[in-house]
């Protein structure tokens, strides 16, 4: 089972807090628009995601099970 990074835009405020955390699966574009550059999560970056999670003010991000 594929575990993917989930941003729900509509709540999502670019904070850049996730960035702050994992630089190489978030990044905010020089508009501040929040990218995902890696959607899947992997046993060597789900420690770091998980942590994003847990900081993102608006709870935006989350962990899907596919």
Not at 49 to 66: F, G, L, M, N, T
Request: hydrophobic letters at 35%; proline letters at 5%.
């Amino acid at each position: 089972m594929t575990k993917k990074i989930h941003v729900d835009f509509g709540l999502c405020e670019s904070n850049g807090v996730c960035m702050g955390v994992i630089p190489e699966v978030f990044d905010l574009d020089d508009e501040d628009y929040l990218h995902v550059l890696q959607e899947d999560v992997t046993p060597e970056n789900e420690a770091a995601v998980r942590e994003a999670v847990r900081q993102c003010p608006r709870q935006a991000i989350s962990i899907d099970d596919e």
